[in-house]
């Protein structure tokens, strides 16, 4: 037998070279090439031949359509997330922060779901039974008939799984602590993450059994090590929130069962995670409505209307390159409206530092919230306050064009109903009386807006700013 062959794969990207470097040539990362035997495990060996396969019955497309069966865990945010509960026969992978909370969602929808009278299977990689329990109890959780166990073992986990009916719910935590012993690599890295999940995929699909893998992520955002885990599983979700905030979002970004763009809304409490139905109230609830530089932006994520504040500050700048600080926010979208004002509107910032937030801990990923930063920028510049009344929302082109967004009626629905009486938008589209709750400010170019916010305060403001 050939000797075998030892490679260097990238833990960010799984590149695998025949060498180490410090800069992997496949996704640019330092530092990042690990040894890893490669002749285990799937997709090993491609140089050897096939063997021959027997062949499969092909079916054709028009045949009988079942709807995916489903758990709900009776979480409603979790639902909506997953789109309306957990699927059977398919993997889930949970990626996050560590201390985000993906062990306590878990452990609470484990309990839910145990409680509907459906068998649930927790195992945790990284803490002890006591630990588990513990937490369990802290949630209220431990009198709900959760199988618990302490293992990082792929085939242990396995074997302990068929001793029994298969689990309707199966929870890995974490992907990161399983190893196999069909690949020689250490625990935590690509090779041993990646044929780990396919032992459990494997699982899932062979009984129909749920399986949710957390994952943690790295402070680029990425889950640890292997990408290649989010193209296996079914569905992939990150749970996310800033560290000295409460509130915690389930994101969902790939679902072969549902819609992509929902997501959960969730506050962490001493009693683990609550959920949180109304997301605007939540999020404009400590809102100082006369302080110049803030903008509420009625935004859309996935099919509910969320109101946020968006909070900016400019200063004059003592620096040579003036610092432009955002959070919760695309950092390059900001550059590209500060662009327009200048070029469009004849306002200034070059000279300025400039410092977005957006409220609560909230990430904004819409276009739609250009025209609100927009106004919460010239309303920060002037030092006059924006009417604490009035919503923004609308996409703003290169040209300073104001361009219409979706979603454009029920945005005002969800602003009249939180007491709002005015709306900057783009021109209105679709029926009239679906907007007739507010007083409707539509722009077309942002030298519009700016002339608003000016006529507000008197024109002295944008006169000496411009
Ligand atoms: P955890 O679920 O362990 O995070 P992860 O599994 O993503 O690493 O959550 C840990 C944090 O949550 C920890 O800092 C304590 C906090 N927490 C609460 O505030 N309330 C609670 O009821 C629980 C269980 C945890
Ligand atoms: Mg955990």
Known sequence: MAKSKIQFICQNCGSAFPRWSGKCDGCGDWNTLSEESPDTGIGANPGKTLSKGSPVKLVSLAGNVEEAPRIASGIKELDRATGGGFVQGSALLVGGDPGIGKSTLLMQASATIARQGHSVVYVSGEEAVAQVRLRAKRLGAIEANVGLAAETSVENIIATLET????????IDSIQTLWTNQAPSAPG????????????????????????????????????????????????????????????????????????????????????????????????????????????????????????????????????????????????????????????????????????????????????????????????????????????FGEVSLSGAVRPVSQFAQRIKEAGKLGFTRATTPKPTGSKENTASIDLHPVTELTGLVAQIAAGKGAAGVAKAG
């Not at 029994?164 to 929870?171: C, F, R, Y």
């Not at 885990?229 to 790939?254: C, N, P, Q, W």
Request: aromatic letters at 6%; charged letters at 20%; hydrophobic letters at 45%.
């Open 164 to 171: 029994g009916p298969p689990p309707a719910l199966v929870i």
């Open 189 to 392: 890295t690509v090779t041993q993450v990646r044929n780990s999940a396919q032992a459990m995929i494997a699982y899932a699909k062979k009984t129909g059994a749920c399986v949710v893998l957390v994952g943690h992520v790295t402070k680029e955002g990425q889950i640890a090590g292997p990408r290649v885990v989010e193209h296996m599983v079914d569905a992939v979700m990150y749970f996310e929130g800033e560290s000295g905030h409460h509130y915690r979002i389930l994101r969902t970004v790939k679902n072969r069962y549902g819609p992509t763009d929902e997501i959960g809304i969730f506050e962490m409490s001493d009693k683990g995670l609550r959920e949180v139905s109304n997301p605007s109230e939540l999020f404009l609830g400590e809102r100082n409505a006369s302080a110049p530089g803030a903008a509420v932006f009625a935004g859309i994520e996935g099919t509910r209307p969320v109101l946020v504040e968006i909070q900016a500050l400019v200063v004059q700048s003592t620096l040579g390159t003036p610092r432009r600080a955002v959070v919760g926010w695309d950092n390059s979208r900001l550059s590209m409206v500060l662009a327009v004002l200048e070029a469009h509107c004849g306002i200034r910032l070059g000279d300025h530092d400039v410092y977005l937030n957006v409220a609560g801990g909230y990430r904004i990923v819409e276009p739609a919230a250009d025209l609100a930063v927009a106004a919460a920028l010239v309303s920060s510049l002037c030092n006059a306050a924006l009417p604490s009344d009035a919503v923004y």
